[in-house]
């Protein structure tokens, strides 16, 4: 079965420095992969989606994430992390039974350190 | 852009009472999801519906219902509210689009929900 693991619950970095988040998938095909970021008391925002076009994929507020097959992992990134990156971000893989069900990681919760 | 929105922020139940929450979006998707969402635990599927008046269960179906009786609204129902039932509620809805693969889900701003 499709499944995504995100080690380190809490990741702490300092403002302008890099952010990075680190997602392992497991999958018997090549998988859909998103990135959503969830800011206090409000739902899921998508950050980026790989659906095995370009393996680095942009996306929102200057994150990116790079699919790489042989690793099996969809790490995400941010060069300057920013006050306002301080959320939860969860990374999330397609169960591909038809009907778009989606598998989530447990989060990373971030704290940006002025 | 796309709208799911769920008619409260925060809601208040006791146990035993039979509790609605409801779930609108605007972009005529097939596709709905109910989620629970609690700390540790990430975000588990209740159920999901993916046509008018069809719903499958999730992960973790017992002690809810659900109702989809028109495209747009996805109503989750606590028959009978219990503490532990005491959680963030999220909706979500998605398209299918043939032959691309999974689609992203679109969130509500979700539903907390306590029951005393």
């Known amino acids: 079965a499709q499944s995504v693991t995100q080690l380190d619950s809490h990741v702490s970095v300092s403002e302008g420095t890099p952010v990075l988040l680190r997602c392992n998938y497991s999958s018997s095909y090549s998988p859909s992969l998103f990135w959503y970021v969830q800011h206090p008391n409000k739902g899921l925002q998508l950050l980026l989606k790989?659906?095995?076009?370009?393996?680095l994929v942009k996306g929102i507020n200057g994150f990116e994430a790079e699919f790489k097959k042989s690793e099996t992992s969809f790490h995400l990134t941010k060069p300057s992390a920013h006050m306002s990156d301080a959320a939860e971000y969860f990374c999330?893989?397609?169960?591909?039974?038809?009907?778009?069900?989606?598998?989530f990681g447990k989060g990373n919760q971030v704290v940006v350190i002025p | 852009d796309v709208k799911v929105t769920q008619s409260s922020r925060y809601l208040v139940k006791r146990t035993g009472e039979k509790v609605f929450l409801e779930c609108v979006q605007d972009?005529?998707?097939?596709?709905m999801f109910w989620y629970r969402q609690d700390p540790g635990l990430g975000l588990r599927l209740i159920y999901f519906?993916?046509?008018?008046?069809?719903?499958e269960k999730g992960d973790i179906p017992e002690g809810y219902s659900v109702s989809r009786e028109k495209k747009e609204r996805f109503s989750l129902i606590l028959e009978s509210a219990s503490t532990n039932q005491t959680s963030m509620y999220l909706c979500a809805s998605s398209p299918t689009l043939a032959g691309t693969g999974d689609q992203p889900q679109h969130f509500g701003d979700g539903t907390r929900l306590s029951i005393l």
């Open positions: 972009m005529d998707h097939e596709n």
């Open positions: 999330v893989v397609g169960l591909s039974y038809g009907n778009n069900r989606l598998a």
């Open positions: 790989y659906t095995s076009a370009a393996t």
């Open positions: 519906s993916y046509d008018v008046k069809m719903k």
